[in-house]
């Protein structure tokens, strides 16, 4: 988990995921970032966030993200 809240501080760093919910619903990630996340996780995790795994709810905490990860490895 604490690569995925690195890969997370790198593209927003004043953020605080370990504790913010609602990432999606309250603007903190927005498409741009969800993209760069996803380019970020495949690498990192060696997984394939297909479009169809792209949810809003999948991205929307910390907890929820490393699921998919964990999900998809």
């Not at 995925?4 to 919910?21: E, G, M, R, W, Y």
């Not at 993209?35 to 394939?48: D, K, R």
């Amino acid at each position: 988990m604490e690569k995925l809240i690195n890969i997370l501080k790198s593209i927003k760093p004043h953020v605080d995921f370990a504790t913010v919910n609602n990432l999606i619903e309250n603007g903190i990630l927005d498409s741009f970032d969800i993209i760069i996340l996803v380019a970020e996780i495949n690498e990192a995790f060696n997984i394939n966030i297909t479009p169809g795994d792209m949810l809003p709810e999948y991205f929307n905490n910390v907890n929820n993200i490393w699921s998919l990860i964990n999900n998809l490895q």
